[in-house]
């Protein structure tokens, strides 16, 4: 975590910038943004998704580039947690957009309000607000309230916010949505896919590309109930996430192509073997359009190359998962200034190879997957590409996997090229009922021709490193926040603005006051929030709000009663064998009140002599 600003990285105006934290804090540098904490354990911040950030403010840049109307853009984080995200996005996005960051924890809320106002944003830019997620987005599905732009980075699935979040984006609106819960995802926890997404999910090679695609055909089905549908713009696999980027538009007649959309998966248990089963058949016939189940299956009850049954898994999105001209616009953004992203490189990267996947094939075979099928040492990755080409085939990579053919050959014709590179490179003899002696039994039923072409070549390959490698070791998700965050964070601020204050230039507490009167009043967008507070509002609330917990040398004693022992208050109670509470806010709840801590000699008319 970094704890000073990053000289690397693009910086805002000097005068918008404090010169260092206030005492008794210090910060966290990303982008223009900087915020404040006072232990790690406090505050949730994971470098990793500095990346996920800054593809996001890229996305929404192009999309308020290219948007037609002349409204302000109002954009809804609607799980905030420090802020970060959205006092990034009210600096480094331009000019015409209102942001609503919002959360549920009271903390969380007080700490977005906090590093807004030591990064000087304006509240008429950003509101805090807190509510649950949900409500705000239902509480604003109507055309006059719903928002240009949502938001949703979960700590986990995204799964529960889906609904809510499709009926609140305005017709073309776009819909950020990021999924950390891969591991369900990718198949590890089939049941839980299925609660969660509706779709099985499958532990194979092209898990992580399936569960994107489970991920938007999940988001799509949740439109679909509203007449509505999602155009995916760009899906990536990132680390150990997801992260979608769709426009959502409202269309009763698209809406009925859903299901068309969306296919199952039969996956072989032996071999490499998949194929798809669409859900539903559209026929068109000029301005007729009929739909009908569709027909199958299209996979036998035993695979035609090892003789294994198959597993079902999905539905799943079938449709493209990007849209190539937003994606070479993002690339121009990002080429063309590249100190205003800190990971621009990895972006480039990423999104080049997104770029070149082939849109209308789903999924793709693993070349190491295919070698140790069949126990073969895994032949260079552009003499089997050059061999699918060869036979007339298209092929690309995943930017999920460095080693993937994506490819419209048959498995019929995937399997010839490796029985082919297993006669010039013959493996030891297989186990009888092995897969790979069913495969390997049959003689292909053309000759490969391995030599290299340049058609065959990556795009890009040699001219740009596609596949990056992590920057720093342990390079995954965190852990939640553990300490306790809760008012004192406020008043530790407030104090620290204080003290700061009163040592510098009576111009600069001028100004400083009158910056924070000018906050006081200002209404969220919210229900729930009541308002933004200057610094001193903000020290008498959280003291206010802590006074409980305040009572100084009062000790909390843990009990399974929450009843108060009042002969604590008079030093005449054992308490390691006291069944009773002595947590001072038990005792408040009873309608006693003290701001010392209990001593022996205090005497107290009407305490009973024992615990009844």
């Known amino acids: 975590m970094s704890t000073t600003p990053n ?181 590890s926890h089939p049941e839980v896919s299925y609660n969660k997404y509706n779709a099985i999910a499958l532990k194979e090679k092209y898990c992580h590309e399936m569960g994107v695609r489970i991920l938007l055909g999940n988001i799509d089905a949740h439109a679909a109930r509203y007449k509505r549908y999602i155009v995916p713009l760009l899906s990536l696999s990132i680390d150990f996430y997801a992260r979608v980027f769709v426009r959502v538009y409202t269309s009763p007649a698209e809406a009925k192509m859903s299901a068309s959309k969306v296919s199952l ?63 070479g616009r993002i690339l121009d953004q990002v080429k063309a200034d590249p100190s205003r992203y800190n990971t621009s490189k990895r ?78 490179h013959p493996p030891k003899p297989p186990a009888p009922t092995s897969p790979a002696a069913a495969i390997l039994g049959t003689e292909p039923s053309f000759e490969a021709d391995f030599t290299p072409r340049k ?39 407030a104090e620290a603005s204080s003290s700061s204050s009163s040592s510098s230039s009576s111009s600069s507490s001028s100004s400083s006051s009158s910056s924070s009167s000018s906050m006081e009043g200002v209404e969220s967008t919210g229900t729930s929030d009541p308002g933004i507070p200057s610094a001193a509002s903000l020290l008498m609330n959280a003291k206010l709000k802590s006074q409980a917990g305040q009572a100084k040398g009062a000790k909390k004693h843990r009990s399974k009663s929450s009843k108060p022992c009042k002969l604590f208050l008079i030093g005449d109670c054992a308490r390691e064998s006291c069944p009773y509470s002595h947590d001072p806010i038990h005792l408040q709840e009873a309608g006693i009140e003290f701001t010392t801590a209990p001593k022996p000699d205090v005497n107290i008319t009407g305490l009973p002599t024992d615990h009844t």
Not at 456 to 479: C, D, H, I, S, Y
Request: charged share 20%; proline share 9%.
């Open 7 to 187: 000289p690397d990285q693009p910086q805002p105006p000097v005068s918008d910038v404090p010169l260092a934290p206030p005492p008794g804090f210090t910060w966290v540098a990303e982008g223009a943004a900087r915020i404040l904490y006072r232990s790690q354990k406090e505050v949730f911040y994971n470098p990793v998704q500095e990346f996920n950030r800054d593809l996001s403010i890229a996305m929404i840049r192009d999309y308020m580039t290219h948007s037609t109307s002349r409204k302000p853009v109002r954009i809804l984080e609607a799980l905030s947690a420090t802020g970060l995200r959205s006092i990034r996005y009210a600096k480094e996005l331009p000019e015409g957009k209102t942001i609503l960051a919002n959360d549920i924890d009271q903390a969380a809320v007080e700490s977005i309000r906090m590093n807004s106002e030591f990064n000087k944003v304006s509240p008429d830019v950003l509101v805090p607000n807190q509510d649950d997620a949900s409500m705000v987005m239902y509480r604003n599905r109507t055309k006059e309230t719903m928002f240009d732009v949502v938001d949703l980075d979960p700590y986990g699935s995204p799964a529960t916010f889906l609904d809510s979040a499709v009926q609140s984006v305005a017709d073309g609106g776009l819909l950020c949505v990021t999924a950390t819960d891969m591991a369900v995802l990718c198949g």
């Open 265 to 327: 998966v039969y996956q072989c248990v032996g071999c490499d073997t998949h194929l798809l089963q669409p859900m539903l058949k559209v026929t068109v016939n000029g301005k007729s359009t009929k739909f009908a189940p569709a027909t199958g299956p299209t996979a036998p009850p035993h695979c035609p190359h090892c003789n294994k049954i198959f597993r079902i898994g999905g539905p799943l999105w079938s449709k493209p998962m990007h849209d190539r001209e937003v994606i």
């Open 347 to 424: 972006i480039t990267a990423m999104l080049s190879v997104a770029s070149n996947e082939l849109p209308d094939l789903p999924l793709f075979y693993s070349l190491p997957a295919l070698s140790n099928t069949l126990h073969l040492t895994t032949p260079p990755l552009l003499s089997v590409r050059s061999a699918i080409v060869a036979r007339g085939f298209r092929i690309s990579e995943s930017h999920t996997d460095s080693a993937a053919l994506k490819t419209d050959a048959p498995s019929s014709v995937i399997w010839d090229i490796m029985r082919g590179w297993a006669k010039l």
């Open 455 to 493: 058609e065959a070549e990556p795009v890009g390959r040699g001219k740009m490193a596609r596949f990056l490698p992590n920057p720093t070791e342990n390079w995954g998700p965190q852990a939640r926040a553990t300490g306790k965050r809760s008012a004192d964070i406020a008043v530790a601020f």
